[in-house]
């Protein structure tokens, strides 16, 4: 009888099994809606915390599987990580799946030790901002655009203006200084494995074979095999999730969605859902 109950608990005393805790972080970052869950710290807070808390075990293993996305949300996940690791004083092995790019990227920062698929997708080191401008359609429907604002500059790179060379100077000088911040990551997090290589922080991206050449990542391979070379054979990789609510939901997602009316911000949802899939996409995903 304490054999089987050793086989459902096996953090009990006199265990022969390593266990693993064992987080998958998927899905792009900061783009988090009720009708598409994605990637921020505070959905990513407790099952982090709940992995780093399982006393013996002597990693954690992080799953990763993003395009990117917010640089503010990428940046405190990865630093909640290391808070955890040197707290908890555990190793992070990360494992990177179809794509770890940007923000994705940055999360992997996170790990001791980063192990990449062959064929997987790593890198794209740089910032981007993307919208459009409707300036010639609203005017071609007959529309009058009116903003009111308190402030000259509260209303600079408005989509339905053209664009002021001065704005978008403004623009670029962020995201420059926030590309500067993502490249001290890397460099100090990667130290003097990185090649000498021009393209590694334009924001280029390659497979995980490449990427392991030009430093971005460790080694290549996946969870199951790295764990049992680590640990041996009785190890036992264990996924923390969010816990249930009471209709088996994840807590964090709406119970009973389909009897409850749409929400209000289906709209805003729709639109979230369409620039997630245009992450995915630049990837070939």
Do not use: C
């Not at 490449?210 to 460790?218: E, I, Q």
């Amino acid at each position: 009888m304490f054999d089987r109950i050793r086989t459902y608990l096996p953090f009990l005393p006199g265990s022969r099994r390593t266990v693993v805790p064992v987080v998958r972080l998927q899905g792009p970052i900061g783009l988090v809606t009720p009708l598409r869950p994605g990637l921020s710290l505070a959905s990513v807070a407790l099952p982090l915390e709940r992995a780093f808390s399982v006393r013996k075990a002597p990693a954690v293993a992080l799953i990763i599987n993003s395009p990117g996305g917010s640089p503010v949300q990428s940046r405190l996940i990865f630093r909640r990580i290391r808070d955890l690791a040197e707290k908890h004083k555990k190793d992070v092995l990360v494992f990177i799946e179809d794509v770890a790019a940007s923000g994705g990227y940055m999360l992997a920062l996170a790990g001791d030790e980063i192990v990449a698929d062959p064929a997987s997708i790593v890198g794209s080191i740089g910032v981007v901002s993307a919208g459009f401008g409707f300036t010639g359609l609203i005017d071609k429907i007959g529309v009058e655009r009116r903003v009111y604002t308190a402030g000259e500059k509260k209303a600079i790179l408005d989509p339905f203006r053209p664009e002021n060379p001065e704005d978008v100077a403004h623009l670029k000088a962020l995201q420059h200084e926030i590309h500067e911040i993502f490249i001290d990551m890397v460099r100090e997090r990667r130290g003097d494995i990185l090649a000498d290589n021009p393209d590694l922080f334009s924001g280029q991206f390659w497979t995980g074979r490449t990427a392991r050449d030009l430093g971005l990542v460790d080694s290549l391979g996946d969870l199951s095999a790295v764990l049992r070379r680590r640990y041996g054979e009785a190890v036992e990789p264990r996924l923390i999730s969010l816990p249930r609510g009471l209709f088996g939901r994840r807590t964090g997602v709406g119970v009973g969605a389909a009897a409850q009316p749409l929400p209000a911000g289906l709209g805003d949802d729709l639109l979230s859902a369409v620039e997630a899939r245009a992450l995915w996409a630049r990837f070939g995903l």
